[in-house]
């Protein structure tokens, strides 16, 4: 078995999807954003696509960072990967979610919610896939912020800290600077941290999720932008002067590669 953890950051337009997996063939799902930059499909599905291309019928679990729609557009597919534990932000009450999306997404909430309820359960010990005693010895460490405004619910996300084999990335969801004033107040979030490899950019890579002080305490080889530069406040250069620079191949449409 190889002994190496698969990430895949999926180019899902605006919103946040990823996924892992572990060296035992433990997988995992981070955020449901649906779209392709590639090809300016606004409905690829990469759970569809987990399923039909990879050929995966079950998922270990699935963390959704907070619940605004971009991050959870792909959730009418969940149920066909069957996770079998849910991570999310349970302080946040269904009055509080529904306010904080469009009225027109209420169809999108009303499934988060429902599935939240059938999630609601405690993961009995020896059963949690996020265990590394299980997973192939991948570690996943997840912060939550909890003493910010509720009426934004982007300083509410769930910040992981995955890491393995001495490599590790950190994958935020939308946090703006108050949640990471709060969390950075945390000696164990700064030591979870430190030595971050590769960071996902948080809020899409805009300004508003732009933190100088969190870079007071990693300073990432790689740092993924899911915003382009287009974007009117895209602090895409801000992460460039702050990422040290790792050399990355990949093969998209136009066969290219490219270096952070």
Known sequence: MAQQLDIIFWDVQHG?????????????????????????????????????????????????????TDHLDDIFRFDSLSPKVLYKSRHLTGAEIRGANRPN??????????IDRRYSGKVEPGEDPFDPALNGGVSFQRFIPLSCG???????????????????????????????????????????????????????GREQGFCEELFEHIEPLLTIVS???????????????????????????????ATA
């Open 227 to 257: 915003d382009g530069s287009v974007c009117d406040t895209s602090a895409r250069d801000r992460y460039r002067s702050r990422s040290r620079g790792w050399k990355v191949w990949g093969i998209t449409v136009n066969q290219r590669s």
């Open 105 to 114: 997404d209420k169809v999108i909430i009303d499934k988060y919610l429902e």
């Open 150 to 204: 509720r009426g934004n619910l982007n300083n509410h996300s769930v910040v992981t800290v995955v890491s393995f084999a001495g490599c590790k990335a950190l994958i935020p969801g939308d946090n703006e600077k108050p949640s990471w004033t709060e969390l950075l107040a945390k000696p164990q979030f700064v030591k979870a941290i430190t030595g971050t490899h590769i960071l996902l950019a948080p809020h899409h």
């Open 16 to 68: 946040n999807a990823a996924y892992l997996n572990t060296p035992n063939g433990k997988t995992f799902v981070i955020d449901l954003g649906v779209g392709s930059f590639d090809n300016s499909d606004k409905t690829f599905s990469p759970l569809a696509h987990l399923k039909s291309r990879y050929k995966i019928t079950s998922l270990g679990g699935v963390i959704i960072t907070h619940p605004h």
